[in-house]
Structures are given as structure tokens and as C-alpha cells.
């Protein structure tokens, strides 16, 4: 039984998110996609992309960046920023008050492989085909940092607090999660904008196709970005209610090629660290790769969970792998899903907890508990 | 293994640095460099990591006699790219600087790893780029595709190190990095979610970089001259500075040697521009990390500064300074000129100085220097290191994006000086 009582959060907690995704822009488009099953697989168009590796990906439709963010200030921006620029434009929809304040102590932590492959790539190009090897496209040199999706979502939404960018492989969106709540607990910001993305491209495509296992070529890759807003229990601005709350993040770190052990023992300190046990788990959402990880991550997650808890959401085979961003999808799904759960699919209290696993096949493994509350919307 | 928000005991541990491991063109150690800062050296070479030879500007900073093998045991050498490479090996040295073995951290309850950098793997991407020119990527070697990921600099560390119970994780904070991660390991340590830190910043020069701040005309053309009228830009560098830290209790309990303590630090956005920094909004980071250290401005002995020898940068950064300190900035040192603009090691490299400024008592010079710019009015400890007592140091990190870090370093047997031994006449060219 959960030990922690239920009632007020004491954790930090997830009172708004957004995506944009293979669904489409904005959250409302992420959740219909979610409930009606809605898979998103197309062929890429090699006159847009060149010649890929995938026979099917999970694109975001009709997304170009200057289209969609407008013209001031997005010349050259590559489509890994564009992305979140505009999941974090959509976010703030539901939180009018920071764009309102000075934004002086909203933090930014995101996800990323590498950023923008594709833009280093182009310009390693230029500078070995043009005449003098510096002559590269400077409107692509603010591009050429990782760090460049978060500090232009900074510039863009007017967010002045501690600006991160962190790259964990799949793991990443929950170690975003875990640094965005160290910020919290260090009082280093009063809200953080926690989320991931991640741009289809030629070169993630031969990227990933060369780094993959053949096992794992099944799992069409996706793009997307999806953003959270985390607050601390006490400081949550009056338009907003409580989606879910952290209860807790463990990470781990696969040092003997046996990622489901480690996995394991993720899964069993997050529950302990929540006083929870693997019955109170409503759901499972296991990372949405392909491959050998991922088999035994399921298996894994059935024998602890249940077949019930996991059988849920199974974003992975409707967005597709989208990598450093998939466990931030996994999240907006589960917190989809629950809003639109039936009302007699729930705990004895009401409430109903949440686990998100992630494996990354270089390595990185870890979980995340949420609980997610009866009177949340 | 688990962190829930609730510190231990609900009291914050104090955090030390007990180990520092280093690769830069001065040289690759903790006590090659100190020897190296302390005799001001420069270690500007061409760059011969890639093919520079049509690049109008090719002065570096190169990390030499670095063989990959003599620190990675475990993993397969060809799995690990360049940087993870100098991470590998600076956290070994680190470690061994401690007196910390493997087997004694796999004992310990819970770590946290993050390794700062700009370009991650990168150099790996560039030689993809390369080697199917003039084709197309589907012919990419595969071993360097799979080298790609940022992350692999902190993951790969903790598998070389069989470290499984740690948090690992790459901070891509650019110019920046070195800082976000020594900062991320102060909170980790400071709450008590982890008993060590293996914290800091690594990066390989690559062409894409240099393509990139040749065509910013960033570049300069001899060494680099942060603060000097003369100044004409940066000159790129690689390397690796990584820290161990610990608390403060454990470290005394085991006899540890201790540099310094990590004090407190800041972060900000300036939210303005893509490449400029915002003066207001760095003094705001400055002093963020002031408070977080508990301190005034007055307490700050010296400052190891961003210090670029860009024009924009180091007045910005001067101007800053004179906001925060009141017209009254403390002495600086720039080890850009002596190391180069090492990208996401670089404040970690930064703060390896100010450790050893407060453990040895100097301050590293500001190296290539001959006329200050007086608009940046700043004592930058031209040419030559100064024996002088400094008891608390500021190192400063801008990065791209107006990512900014400031960390606070002070010395482990009391934070303040006394304002008589605050004395500049007392203190001897070394």
C-alpha cells in the first residue's frame, strides 16, 4: 500500500504541458492522437529529406519553422529549436502569469542527443566543399551550440532563470525532470520548464541507422518536442491546478551490459524512495524504443506491474522513437491518458500512480514515480 | 540511490574539492599546471588535430602527449570518442589526486557524474562529414556515428569506471558547461542525495568550431590578450578539468587533502541575444552566486574571469564587475591566455585555477598582456603570478545563448579574509 499520505503534495508538481509532435501542434492535438490510437508512420519525402535510411518516420506535419514561429528572429533556426521554441509558446498558454512576470526565476532544463545533427553537419560541409574553409552560413552559427534550443527559448518567452541543456540519450527528459526538481529544492528558481526535443533529419536518420543494433530496426524514429511545467507544491499560480506530482527520479547507470537488472533496481529504489509498492502502480509506461532493451524493459515492467498497468499508453508505436525527447512524450501521455481515464479506473483514494522507465542502449537507465491526483483536471 | 527533494537531515553539507585531474596545452595533471600558471606559460601551437593548413588563423591550444589507452582499461577503446576520452582520463587522474581508488567509490551509497561540454561529439561528426565527401551520409563509418552522443562523455565515464549507483549525466551548456556541472555536483553533495561528485567539462577542437568562430571573425591571429587594448580575439583550445568533491565531513574523516570549498553558485539567462552578453544580466548571475556563497562582493579576493579576449566579451564582463564590486573590482586572471578557449572545460579548467590560487597561495597571471584597455579597467595580474592570500575566488562563465555561471570557491579553513592581510603591496611577484 502507499504509505505517503494522499492529500497535498509536499514534491514538486507538473501543472501544465504541451507538445508538439507527429500529432500535431499543441497539447489538445497530442491528446486526440492518444485516445483514438492514431498512428502517424510516412514515408519521408526524400525531395524534403534526401535520401534517409527509414522506410517510414513519425514527422511532425507540416511543421516549418518560419511558418510556424513567424519571421522575427527564426532565420536559420534549425528545426531541433524551432520545435521547442514552439512547445514552450504553446505551454505558456496555460500559464499567462510568466510570461507576465519578469521571468527572472523560471528556469529552462531540456533534453538533447546533440543538438541540431544535421546543422553541425552542414556546416563541416561547407567549410571542407567552400573555397576557404570559413565560408559557412553565419545565420547557422547560433546554431552551432547545443545549448541553442533552451537559450532561444529563453529569448523568445523572455525566461531568465537558470537556462540548462543536458544530454542523457533517451534518458534525458527524466534527468531534466531530476534537475528541474534539484532547482526547485535549492530554491534556484520558483518554476522550471522541463521538457526534450528532438528534429527528423538526413543526418539522425544515417546516424541512428548506423548506431542501431539490427534488432532494432523495427522502431521508426520520430521528432517532437514536449515541454512540462514543474512548480513547487506552495508556489502554483492561480490558473493552474496540480496534473501530477514527483514523487520520485533514480537514475542508474548500466556498467555490465545487463540493462534490465539495472532497471530493476531502478524500479525498486523509486518505489521505496516513494514508500510505495509495484501494486499501487496504475500505470507503466516503458521507453519506447525498439530492440533488445526495450523486450526485456516490458517484460520487466509486466512481471512487476501487471500486464494491465503496462498495456496502457503504447506511444512508442504512434510517435516513434523520438530519442533524447521519448520520456517526455511518455509523460504527456500518461498524464493524457489520465485525464481521460473512467473515473471508476482508480486507486482507492482517487488518486493513481504513474511510473515512466527509460533505457538507453549506451548505457543510461533511469525511472520516475508520479502520482497523479483525483482532483487534478 | 534515490533522491526525493528532502535533504539529509535538512541541513545543507558543506562540499570540497579534494582531487582535480587536467589536460591542457600547458600541460596534463594537476601539478604540471600548477607549475604552468604559476610561470605564467602559453601554449600556443598550430592546430594540427585536423587539417588547418587553408584557415587563415591557426593558432591553438592542443593537448600533447595524450595517449586514449593509458586511461580507458574497461571499455573498448574504439567505442569511446575523443572527449569521453579526456574525461576518462582527467576523472582518473582527479580520482588518483584525491586518493580515491574505484573500488573505494563503489562503496560508497550514491554518486553523481556530469561532465560539462559545447561540442560532445562532434569531432566525431566532423570526421562522418569528412569521410563521405563528396557522397552522401548513408556511407558514414558506423564507429564514429555511434561516437556522436553528448551524453557519452558521462556515461561512458561511469561505465569505464564500473560505477553503476551514479547519476550520470552530460550538461551541453556550451562555453559554460564546466560550470553547470561542478555547480549540479555542489547540489547534489550539499542535499546529501550523493556522497561524491566527479564533476567538470571536456572538449576536442574540431573544424566545425573553428569554422565557426573564423567566419564570427572571433579569431585571433597570434595568442590571446583578454583585457589588452591590443586584443584581437580568441584562440580555441581542448582540454579536460575535472573535480572531485566531496562533503566536507567525510573528506576530514578520511584524511583528505583539500583544495578548496565549493562555496556556492549562480545561473542565469540573459534572454537578449544569441552570441552577445548582457551586462545587467551577468552582474544578476554574479551576485545570485554571491549570495548563494553567503558572502558580499568585499569578500572576493580574486576572479577567474571568462576573460575571451573577444572585444564584446571582455568589456561586457569588465563592466559587470564594476557594477557588482562597486567600481572596486577584486584582481583577475584570464587563463584563456595561457590555455585558450577550451569550450565546455573551460570554466571547469577555471576552476581548477582557483583552487589552486587559494590551496597555494598565487594568483596565475593574465598571460600576453601589455596595455590594459581601459575599458575594462581591470588589475588582470599582467605577465607574471603574484604569491598573494586568497582566501575566497569567483570563477566567471558566459556562454552563448546568455547562458551564464558563476561559481564561488573559498578557501576550506575559514571563508573570509581579514581585511589586514587584504593588502596588495604585501603580496611578492613569484
Not at chain 1, 559557412?136 to 523572455?158: C, D, E, T
Not at chain 1, 518536442?225 to 520520485?248: C, F, M, N, Y
Not at chain 1, 510517435?319 to 486507486?347: E, K, P, Y
Request: include cysteine.
Amino acid at each position: 500500500m502507499l504509505s505517503t499520505e494522499a492529500g497535498a503534495p509536499r514534491r514538486p508538481v507538473i501543472t501544465a504541458w504541451s507538445a508538439v509532435s507527429p500529432f500535431g501542434l499543441g497539447r489538445e492535438s497530442f491528446e486526440l492522437g492518444v485516445s483514438t490510437g492514431r498512428t502517424t508512420a510516412q514515408r519521408p519525402d526524400t525531395g524534403v529529406w534526401g535520401v534517409v535510411a527509414d522506410p517510414v518516420a513519425h514527422l511532425v506535419p507540416d511543421f516549418e519553422v518560419r511558418q510556424v514561429l513567424g519571421r522575427a528572429g527564426t532565420r536559420g533556426l534549425d528545426r531541433a529549436t524551432g520545435l521547442v521554441v514552439t512547445a514552450v509558446r504553446e505551454l505558456l498558454r496555460h500559464a499567462p502569469d510568466i510570461v507576465d512576470d519578469s521571468g527572472l526565476t523560471t528556469a529552462v532544463v531540456l533534453g538533447t542527443t546533440a543538438g541540431s545533427a544535421q546543422g553541425y553537419a552542414d556546416v563541416t560541409r561547407a567549410s571542407l566543399e567552400g573555397r576557404r574553409p570559413q565560408d559557412v552560413p553565419p545565420v547557422a552559427l547560433p546554431n552551432m551550440a547545443m545549448n541553442r534550443a533552451a537559450s532561444a527559448s529563453a529569448i523568445f518567452h523572455g525566461l531568465r532563470g537558470p537556462n540548462s541543456t543536458l544530454a542523457a540519450g533517451r534518458v534525458s527528459g527524466l534527468l531534466a525532470l531530476e534537475q528541474g526538481r534539484r532547482m526547485l529544492a535549492q530554491h534556484r528558481a520558483d518554476r522550471v520548464v522541463v521538457g526534450a526535443t528532438e528534429e527528423y533529419s538526413q543526418a539522425r536518420s544515417w546516424l541512428e541507422h548506423h548506431r542501431r543494433r539490427a534488432c532494432d530496426e523495427a522502431a521508426a524514429l520520430g521528432e517532437g518536442s514536449a515541454v512540462l511545467l514543474l512548480e513547487r507544491p506552495d508556489g502554483i499560480g492561480a490558473e493552474r491546478t496540480v496534473l501530477a506530482e514527483v514523487l520520485a527520479v533514480t537514475s542508474c547507470v548500466d556498467a555490465d551490459g545487463d540493462p534490465v537488472a539495472v532497471l530493476r533496481s531502478c524500479l525498486s529504489a523509486v518505489l521505496d524512495a516513494a514508500g510505495a509498492s509495484s501494486a499501487d502502480v496504475w500505470a507503466a509506461m516503458p521507453s519506447s524504443c525498439g530492440g533488445t532493451p526495450e523486450t526485456g524493459e516490458v517484460r520487466l515492467l509486466e512481471d512487476m506491474f501487471g500486464t494491465e498497468a503496462v498495456s496502457r499508453p503504447a506511444i512508442g508505436s504512434l510517435i516513434g522513437d523520438t530519442s533524447a525527447a521519448a520520456s517526455v512524450f511518455q509523460i504527456a501521455a500518461l498524464l493524457s491518458t489520465a485525464q481521460h481515464a473512467a473515473v471508476g479506473d482508480r486507486g482507492p483514494d482517487g488518486d493513481r500512480l504513474a511510473l515512466v522507465s527509460a533505457v538507453d542502449p549506451d548505457g543510461a537507465v533511469a525511472c520516475a514515480l508520479l502520482r497523479l491526483p483525483s482532483s487534478g483536471r | 540511490m534515490t533522491s526525493t527533494g528532502v535533504s539529509t537531515n535538512g541541513r545543507r553539507r558543506r562540499v570540497v574539492v579534494t582531487g582535480m585531474g587536467v589536460l591542457s596545452s600547458i600541460g596534463n595533471g594537476v601539478g604540471p599546471f600548477t607549475d604552468a600558471l604559476r610561470a605564467g606559460r602559453v601554449g600556443t601551437t598550430d592546430i594540427t588535430r585536423f587539417d588547418t593548413r587553408e584557415f587563415p588563423r591557426r593558432r591553438g591550444h592542443q593537448v600533447a602527449d595524450f595517449e586514449p589507452g593509458d586511461w580507458i582499461h574497461n571499455l573498448p577503446l574504439d567505442e569511446v570518442g575523443p572527449a569521453a576520452a579526456f574525461a576518462i582520463a582527467a576523472t582518473r587522474m582527479a580520482m588518483s589526486d584525491a586518493g580515491l581508488s574505484t573500488s573505494e567509490l563503489h562503496k560508497r551509497r550514491r554518486g553523481f557524474i556530469a561532465v560539462g561540454t559545447t561540442d560532445g561529439g562532434v569531432p566525431d561528426l566532423d570526421g562522418v562529414v569528412e569521410a563521405v565527401l563528396p557522397g552522401g551520409l548513408e556511407d558514414m563509418p558506423a564507429v564514429l556515428a555511434r561516437r556522436v552522443p553528448a551524453s557519452q562523455l558521462s556515461v561512458h565515464l561511469a561505465r569505464e569506471l564500473g560505477l553503476r549507483n551514479v547519476e550520470a549525466v552530460s550538461i551541453a551548456t556550451a562555453c559554460a558547461a564546466g560550470n553547470y556541472a561542478i555547480g549540479a555536483g555542489l547540489d547534489a553533495v550539499r542535499s546529501g542525495e550523493a556522497d561524491y561528485a566527479l564533476v567538470g567539462g571536456a572538449d576536442v577542437l574540431c573544424r566545425k568550431t573553428l569554422a565557426g568562430f573564423t567566419r564570427l571573425g572571433l579569431v585571433a591571429e597570434e595568442e590571446c590578450r583578454p583585457f589588452d587594448a591590443g586584443r584581437d580575439g580568441l584562440l580555441l583550445g581542448e582540454g579536460a578539468g575535472m573535480l572531485v568533491l566531496e562533503d566536507a565531513d567525510s573528506a576530514r574523516a578520511r584524511g583528505a587533502r583539500v583544495y578548496a570549498e565549493v562555496m556556492g553558485y549562480g545561473l542565469n539567462c540573459d534572454a537578449h541575444h544569441p552570441v552577445a552578453p548582457e551586462r545587467g544580466s551577468v552582474g544578476r548571475c554574479m551576485r545570485l552566486a554571491l549570495d548563494d556563497a553567503g558572502i558580499t562582493p568585499e569578500d572576493v579576493d580574486l576572479v577567474s574571469v571568462h576573460g575571451t579576449g573577444t572585444e564584446t566579451n571582455d568589456i561586457t564582463e569588465a563592466q559587470a564587475m564594476h557594477d557588482v564590486f562597486d567600481a572596486k573590482p577584486p584582481r583577475v586572471t584570464a587563463v584563456k591566455s595561457m590555455i585558450g578557449h577550451t569550450m565546455g572545460a573551460a570554466s571547469a579548467l577555471g576552476a581548477v585555477a582557483a583552487a589552486l590560487a587559494i590551496h597555494h597561495g598565487f594568483v596565475p597571471p593574465t598571460a600576453n598582456h601589455r596595455l590594459t584597455d581601459p575599458e575594462c579597467a581591470l588589475d588582470c595580474t599582467p605577465n607574471r603570478s603574484v604569491a598573494a592570500n586568497v582566501r575566497i575566488a569567483q570563477n566567471t562563465a558566459l556562454a552563448f545563448g546568455g547562458n551564464n555561471a558563476v561559481l564561488v570557491l573559498g578557501s576550506p579553513d575559514g571563508r573570509r579574509t581579514p581585511p589586514a592581510v587584504r593588502n596588495p603591496r604585501e603580496e611578492q611577484l613569484c
